[in-house]
């Protein structure tokens, strides 16, 4: 079963607008930790924000925010005012303490384009 | 600071012959390593990790092999490429914390088998 779903392949954005990139979870480990990584095209993977499940509030790092929903088990990534260096692939990704070497399950990723 | 370096950045290799990626960690000991590819537009595949020296675990049966000769070497190789063993390669590390301890990627290989 696909422990990580990001069911958006691509997303389009205009300049200076939000947007929200969704990713759904899977686990039966109370303990666990989401993160969201930017690929650009050079291929480098930047790590962007992280959630952990006992958190109480949602995570921010300037311009990103993760809307945590627990019950849900949603943990969708928010990009607030757009710029043209935000075009990239986006993974959202889980690590549970209980998997094997604390392993990093990746999603498939949602390519964002963002429009002048 | 923790550093990652990989390398060789890109490399065209005919069908048949040996493969040998490097990967090394500054700055921490004793990290988890791990190799990922990853095909044209698609995720992250783990291939292998490893917890010490000399420890490897295999994710995917594959044409490949990885192995640790030193705390913060990770090598990944192979005897006799395959067209499909072409793809992006990365190179990560992540110390041994509880769920909160991301990885830390290289720059990446992207290799082409021809």
């Known amino acids: 079963a696909q422990k990580i779903t990001q069911t958006q392949p691509g997303m389009f954005v205009q300049e200076k607008e939000a947007v929200t990139l969704d990713c759904t979870y899977d686990?039966?480990?109370?303990?666990?930790?989401l993160f969201w990584y930017k690929q650009p095209s050079s291929g480098e993977m930047i790590f962007l924000i992280y959630?952990?499940?006992?958190?109480?509030q949602n995570a921010t790092e300037g311009r990103y925010s993760l809307n945590f929903q627990k019950a849900r088990k949603s943990a969708n990534l928010v990009i607030s005012a757009s710029q043209l260096g935000d075009s990239a692939m986006y993974f959202c990704?889980?690590?549970?303490?209980?998997?094997?070497?604390?392993?990093?399950?990746f999603g498939s990723g949602t390519q964002l384009t963002v429009l002048p | 600071s923790q550093t990652i370096h990989q390398w060789p950045a890109t490399l065209v290799q005919p069908v048949g012959s040996p493969l040998s990626l490097e990967c090394t960690v500054e700055?921490?000991?004793?990290?988890?390593l791990y190799w990922y590819r990853q095909a044209a537009g698609r995720g992250l595949q783990l291939l292998f990790y490893?917890?010490?020296?000399?420890?490897i675990s295999s994710e995917v049966p594959q044409n490949l092999s990885a192995s640790r000769p030193q705390d913060r070497q990770f090598i990944l190789s192979s005897k006799k490429l395959l067209l499909s063993d072409s793809g992006f390669y990365l190179c990560?590390?992540?110390?041994?914390?509880?769920?909160?301890?991301?990885?830390?990627f290289g720059s990446g290989t992207r290799l082409t088998v021809v």
């Open positions: 990560a590390w992540s110390a041994w914390l509880g769920a909160g301890g991301g990885y830390t």
């Open positions: 686990t039966s480990d109370p303990s666990y930790g």
């Open positions: 959630q952990g499940s006992y958190d109480q």
């Open positions: 990704a889980m690590r549970e303490p209980s998997g094997s070497a604390r392993q990093l399950t």
């Open positions: 700055g921490t000991s004793n990290p988890n």
């Open positions: 490893s917890v010490g020296i000399g420890q």
